[in-house]
């Protein structure tokens, strides 16, 4: 996708879809530019008030252009207020609706709002958010063609902006690629081939193999991954420029499936389980955008990958697993996999002692039930680490609101014969597993996210078509980008 700026008068702009965006209580004067002599000769202002048009926030209507204007077609899209997030929502709303109608080029306007390069940047972001499609298995003819340039008119041209939103977009794009392939596609070992892709200048990436896994001691990824015929990789990206300012580390839950191994799930649950890997492909999205950032700032990604399932050979209900920092837990059900994968990974992320620690998750059911498919759980002991995650998605345009991290909880992951049970019960049952993770970090600044409710959508949501979301991949990237600076 490439960006642009004109200054062009928008009727003369030609474009497959001409988005022209309003802001409520203004539809007169934003139609006005194309509504004269030689253009829609007032039929804009019939069209909507006839369809009572009103720039409402989320709002839309379509018409082809009959020759009116250059542009094929007209979008008018409304943006109510005029905030942050209803620029970029109606932006999403443009390359959702440029998809739909298979259109190439796409220019958007916005009326009466100049938007300053932080929006900017979430608007070009946003408008490739909604025209990502996952199409690869459909036939040639009922795919519909993807963007290939965006115009943005009226906008001051900003070249770092479209730097930044193009990082951002690849990373975000391969994050929901990787969710969205089958589990037969993406399994322990091709995931860490597509991350060792990523080495390069200052970036380098070991993976280790279920004998290297064991000899060092992941107990729980050996364990959990030892049902499966896909052996288990233990993966760490690590971007490491000369004088970096800072050192952060971020670590996935790599569940290339869940089938709950002997706990098997049911298979309405167990069907969506190859976004198990979400976390895993948010940490490989944002180390591609660090890659092409290049933020002074050292940034560690390490990924546990294995899959779940059931076996001769399999876990089992009361074995004890033994993980890198020596702790040992009590299995007493094989579908709270991930806080065994996770535990082996943070404390391995704890001994490279980064300033702060991010982990991402599909963790718990129940986290999806306390926060539907928008919010991501963030649980953290840290108010600084919080606010900044907090901010920052508020500005990419991510849900996550911060959950209690409450030790009164403890005693509940109690076990009679090891250190720990890997579960906690039904109550609370995803602040339990943030409790059990915490067992296994020793970083101050440590943050856990539980995005097993938008990391992937059963049904459309906003300008997101169903299936992976790319959820936190942008709000770190500027997480990282501010640390470097
Ligand atoms: N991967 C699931 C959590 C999940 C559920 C992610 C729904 C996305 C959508 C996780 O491994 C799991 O099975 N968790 C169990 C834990 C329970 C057995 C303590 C759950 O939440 O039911
Ligand atoms: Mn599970
Ligand atoms: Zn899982």
New binding site residues.
Partial sequence: MIFSFSAADLSTVSADLLVLAVPAGAVAAAVAPLDGPGSFSGTLATLTRDEEFTGKAGSSLPTPSLGHIRARRLLLVGTGGGSPADLRHAAGIAGFQARVRGAKTLAIAFHGATPNPGVLRTIMESVAEGNYRFDRYKSEGSRKAPLESVTLVGVTENQAAVDQALASIAGQNLCRDLVNEPAAEIYPASLARICQELAGENITVDVWDEDKIREKGMGGIAGVGQGSTRGARFIHISYNPPEAKGHLALVG?G?TF?SGGLSLKSNDNMLT?KC?MAGAASVVGVMKAVKALRPNVRVDGIIGAVE?MPAGNAYKLGDVLRFYNGKRAEIHNT?A??RLVLADCLAYASELKPQAIVDLA??TGAAVIALGDWYTALYTRSDDLSAALVGHAAEAGDGVWRMPLVDLYRDKLKSEVADLKNVGGRAGGSITAALFLSEFVTCDKWAHLDIAGPAFLESPLLHYTPGGTGTMVRSLIRWIEAAGR
């Fill in positions: 839950k569940v869940d389980m198990d779940n579908d996999e991930g599909t963790l």
